[in-house]
């Protein structure tokens, strides 16, 4: 008991003192701190901590000694943004470089910019919510919560790092917590869907490991991973191609692109509600983050050529799930569809050769986060009590679980793009950037901008009918007369408001998160037009003006 007790003093002073420093410092004399070291090594050591505490069953002094280190986490990235970070600029900011294994070219190196910066904000700040969404886990709730906290960690590192060997280790750290979160805690086909998750994520990573060794070594004896060494590397155009392939298939499994997603729906089908937070709010982000970091980025002269390719693939996305979705009949699938068909606006923002496009991909990436994680919490908290995710087996709950029918409303205007929401800012913006990208021909943008208009009017009318068959259809007796059957708790309306505030935040007032990633976007996109200037014009889908660089106006 003195251990626990310690343990939780300890926790509780680094909170206070994160906290004060945090909010209290804006800027100066606390300007060097490693924060990024911090936000990813803190939560990864606190997880070994928790060995220490004594298993009482229900894991009461754990689960508070995890939310604190969840939320030091937090304090710690907003103690980065605000203490270190300059919206103005668009170079890699915050930076930490260590040799850490000089003779293989591996180097401690983190360091944040426009791309990387709201995504570890949006990571530390999902985690948090992620584990008070697991107060309920009772059954092995100290590995439950080491795992929750080593992903923590490692995640932050996919946005932050700064090398690509380094990246390649922290995106296989996450892999291993995700599927014994899966495979432990899951349900009837638990291991079926863990397994397949491991098959797809762990074997599309070779891709990753071997475009790093093939760009880490290329033209030299001494290897060198560093991406502001690979951004000026002059890699010839085979070899780009070569390495954008290979790294489309790693990072368009994680996205995931049709056809790579099914391992997804699986997933999604057998994780408890905060293990869907983590994989709707983070996981898929990084492969949308890995494809402008690297493809986009440090292969231009692929991604000109690979681009429209990107702009078909989205809009397969977005009608293939959007269709799917709407014949689902079990709801945790049908809203894992449903992200990926949002996921596919990623897709087309990044094949968009304008700041308005690129930059509505990036808000897509932040807006859809925090949205699934809202509709997926509330996902595990309906079937937590009503004991079914058959839509057939659900109808007239409204009359005694008003609050929660509230809070599915809110969330599902949310997705479904509601005007004031951040769903409908960034869609916008990657639908704007798209249809005014004069590098593509006007009937290639007609006919993909149509084909997407699809997906966004099928949205409506798949969540609309999924919210009245949930509460408003036909009534079902064992539910409606059960007396276990009760609204949301005080926890749950948290959780939710949490989220539904930078939700409505971001839709009223979207310059929260463009500033903080505009400088970085313009220079990726004006370095990407670049490399179409120094193609020859034989691409059917290029238009007459796509030798120009073209900024479409920033909101």
């Not at 530390?124 to 107060?135: D, E, G, N, P, Q």
């Not at 084909?451 to 408003?472: C, D, H, K, N």
């Not at 193609?535 to 030798?547: E, H, Q, R």
């Amino acid at each position: 008991m003195l251990k626990i007790n310690f343990l939780i003093h300890l926790s509780s002073y680094f909170f206070t003192h994160f906290a004060l420093h945090t909010i209290g410092t804006l800027g100066g004399g606390i300007s060097d701190f490693p924060w990024l070291s911090v936000s990813i090594l803190f939560p990864i050591g606190c997880a070994f901590l928790i060995p220490f505490f004594p298993d009482e069953g229900e894991g009461k002094q754990v689960r508070w000694f995890a939310l604190s280190v969840a939320l030091i986490t937090f304090l710690v990235t907003v103690g980065s943004y605000i203490n270190g970070f300059d919206i103005n600029n668009e170079d890699v900011q915050l930076k930490e470089s260590i040799n850490w294994l000089p003779n293989l070219g591996l180097t401690w190196s983190v360091g944040a910019d426009g791309m990387s910066m709201p995504l570890i904000l949006l990571t530390s700040f999902i985690t948090a919510l992620a584990v008070l969404a697991a107060w309920p886990v009772k059954f092995k709730p100290k590995l439950f919560f080491f795992l929750i906290l080593i992903m923590d960690g490692g995640q932050i590192a996919v946005f932050a790092v700064q090398d690509m060997l380094l990246f390649f280790l922290s995106w296989e750290l996450e892999l291993l917590p995700v599927y014994l979160l899966l495979a432990i805690w899951g349900g009837k086909n638990r291991q079926y869907a863990a397994t397949k998750f491991i098959i797809y994520t762990a074997g599309s990573s070779i891709f990753i490991l071997l475009a790093a060794l093939a760009m880490g070594f290329y033209g030299t004896e001494v290897p060198n991973f560093e991406f502001s060494h690979l951004a000026n590397q002059d890699f010839g155009q085979n070899f780009q191609i070569l390495c954008y392939i290979g790294l489309l298939i790693a990072f368009g499994v994680k996205l995931p692109i049709v056809p790579l997603h099914t391992w997804l729906p699986d997933a999604h089908g057998e994780a408890t509600a905060p293990v869907h937070m983590l994989l709707a709010g983070i996981l898929l982000k990084m492969g949308g983050y890995a494809l402008l970091r690297f493809n986009a980025q440090l292969l231009p002269v692929a991604h000109a050529q690979f681009a429209p390719l990107l702009i078909v693939l989205g809009v397969v996305n977005i009608i293939y799930a959007a269709l799917t979705s709407f014949a689902q009949r079990n709801l945790k699938r049908k809203i894992a569809y449903s992200s990926i068909s949002h996921m596919g606006f990623v897709l087309i923002g990044i094949g968009s050769f304008s700041s308005l496009g690129t930059s509505g991909a990036m808000l897509q990436m932040v807006s859809h986060g925090l949205i699934g994680a809202s509709l997926f919490f509330l996902v595990g908290a309906t079937y937590d009590r009503t004991k079914t995710l058959k839509l057939d087996e659900m109808g007239g709950v409204g009359q005694k679980m008003r609050i929660m029918f509230a809070l599915w409303t809110a969330c599902s205007l949310a997705s479904l793009a509601l005007p004031g929401m951040s769903g409908f800012v960034s869609e916008l913006m990657v639908f704007t950037g798209f249809v005014t990208d004069e590098v593509y021909t006007l009937p290639f943008r007609v006919i993909m901008a149509s084909l997407a208009a699809i997906g966004v009017i099928l949205t409506p009318i798949y969540l609309l009918s999924m919210l009245r068959e949930i509460f408003f259809g036909k009534e079902n007796p064992k539910l409606t007369e059960d007396k276990n059957l009760i609204d949301a708790e005080p926890r749950e309306v948290y959780i939710i408001a949490c989220l539904l505030l930078p939700i409505i935040g971001i839709g009223l007032y979207p310059r929260l998160v463009t500033e903080s990633y505009l400088a970085t976007i313009n220079n990726l996109v004006a370095r990407d037009l670049n490399a179409v200037k120094s193609l020859p014009k034989t691409n059917i889908f290029a238009g007459n003006k796509s030798n120009q660089i073209l900024k479409a106006p920033t909101i």
